[in-house]
């Protein structure tokens, strides 16, 4: 699926962030049961393209861009830490009338999905965490970079793409698709999607995992990790099997951080099994 034809199948609502309106853009697709796709950095929601569509039929499945990220707002007034995530998805997530979701997130959306099942426990029904961040396991030194007001005073539009796609062809495994990398990559094409980029990644703040105690998590988890991650190695998923009491691990070989893309129907077919065990 080509960029475009996954912005299209996107809708738009005004969410507030610490007294900000922006503009959130999401999927909003089948019925059933809520089931939410949440992707991080430098992502967007089309890192679901091969997951998300095939639960449409069994699930009302949501996923939403980021603030700051894809088609969302990007302009340069508001907090983009996970905990101002935190908030806009709350929000989307009242908007759309959701009492309860099973929450699937994927490195800071799943900090964000870590952090909202510890404070928002009778709203959150089943937990997947991807390569997530948490504890002190992130920003990696490649995103504090970009985090840097002298990094990008010093970068163009072009050296930016050209960064981008090193980082995705270099850390994806075996032959990168085509579609997915340039689809990554042009949301941040422009002097806006250039500076929003640096204000997500200096919104990375390790604060904002190490605050929250795992163990308070009461949903059952499923924690569905590319094994061969850099980025988020796999020792932090055994951690968090250890501290969330009703938390089962699954390490899937040949992926590294980018596991929805690397392996989508091991991924969906681990995923429905999860999802599919409490019905």
């Known amino acids: 699926m080509e960029r475009d034809e996954w912005t299209d199948r996107l809708d738009s609502t005004t969410v507030t962030v610490d007294d900000h309106d922006l503009e959130m853009a999401y999927a909003d697709e089948g019925d059933g049961q809520p089931l939410v796709f949440l992707h991080g950095i430098p992502t967007s929601s089309y890192l679901w393209r091969r997951v998300a569509p095939a639960f449409t039929d069994d699930y009302r499945v949501i996923v939403p861009d980021m603030v700051g990220y894809g088609e969302s707002t990007m302009d340069d007034r508001f907090d983009r830490s996970i905990r101002a995530q935190e908030q806009a998805v709350a929000d989307l997530f009242d908007q759309l009338s959701l009492d309860s979701v099973s929450f699937v997130g994927h490195d800071l959306g799943g900090g964000v999905g870590l952090r909202y099942a510890v404070h928002e426990p009778e709203a959150v029904d089943e937990l997947v965490l991807s390569n997530a961040v948490c504890y002190d396991s992130w920003p990696i030194e490649t995103i504090v970079d970009l985090g840097l007001p002298a ?97 089962a691990l699954v390490g899937l070989e040949d992926a590294t951080h980018w596991v929805p893309e690397d392996r989508p129907e091991a991924y969906r077919e681990e995923l429905r099994s999860f999802l599919g065990a409490e019905q």
Request: proline fraction near 2%.
């Open 151 to 247: 990094t990008i005073e010093g970068m163009d539009v072009d050296e930016l793409t050209d960064t981008l796609e090193s980082v995705f062809r270099g850390t994806l495994y075996g032959d990168a698709d085509d579609a997915f990398v340039e689809g990554m990559i042009e949301q941040w094409a422009s002097e806006e999607g250039l500076v929003s980029l640096s204000r997500n990644a200096i919104g990375t703040n390790t604060s904002h995992t190490t605050e929250i105690d795992p163990s308070a998590v009461t949903a059952r988890t499923l924690l569905l990790w590319g094994a061969e991650d850099e980025f988020q190695p796999i020792e932090y998923a055994e951690r968090l099997e250890g501290d969330i009491d009703d938390a």
